[in-house]
């Protein structure tokens, strides 16, 4: 019982270790697009086609239409200088954009999610000098599922990253060899 005592100084140092956290952080946000450019560079520079008129094939766009979407596949297919690689490569390239979009919003939602915490345990460390301990035992569970949240958001985004990697890798791979 008289461990709960220490709970005010635990949420206000479980504040300060995840506000100084967030300083480190808040640089260091990794966004997988920049490996995704290069992918994409390289890829016009192989099949040697104008970069606006595929990129409405590669990236969901709001600029592009579903007739511009048709009628470039229909261009491209009529191209006998594009395989059938590289109309495949179009599509592995599409479904690399899908999964950094997930990524990204992973990568948002974790680092709200961690200001939110950092808020919280603030306020209710505050809080928690003054209030019962029936009460405090509440800040404390709110505190720990949200951690728990964090926690998985951080095995998810694993996984995600390690699906691009390998996808993208395997693409710079067919890249490399035509």
Do not use: C
Not at 67 to 78: H, K, S, V
Not at 95 to 117: A, F, V, W
């Amino acid at each position: 019982m008289k461990y709960f005592i220490m709970l005010p100084e635990f949420l206000l140092g479980v504040a300060l270790a995840l506000f100084i956290s967030l300083l480190a952080w808040g640089d260091q946000i990794r966004k997988p697009k920049e490996e995704l450019l290069i992918i994409e560079k390289n890829y016009f520079k192989n099949i040697k086609k104008e970069k606006t008129k595929i990129l409405p094939l590669l990236r969901q766009s709001s600029k592009s239409s579903f007739q511009d979407r048709i009628n470039t596949i229909f261009d491209l297919g009529a191209d006998k200088n594009i395989s059938a690689s590289d109309l495949e490569l179009i599509t592995k390239i599409k479904d690399l954009h899908k999964i950094r979009n997930k990524i990204e919003n992973y990568y948002d939602n974790r680092y709200n999610t961690t200001i939110g915490l950092t808020v919280l345990s603030f306020f209710f460390g505050g809080l928690s000098f003054f209030l019962r301990l029936e009460i405090n035992l509440v800040f404390l569970s709110i505190v720990i599922i949200t951690i728990f949240y964090l926690l998985k958001n951080l095995h998810t985004t694993n996984k995600k990253e390690k699906l691009f990697f390998k996808k993208l890798y395997n693409i710079l791979d067919k890249l490399e060899d035509s």
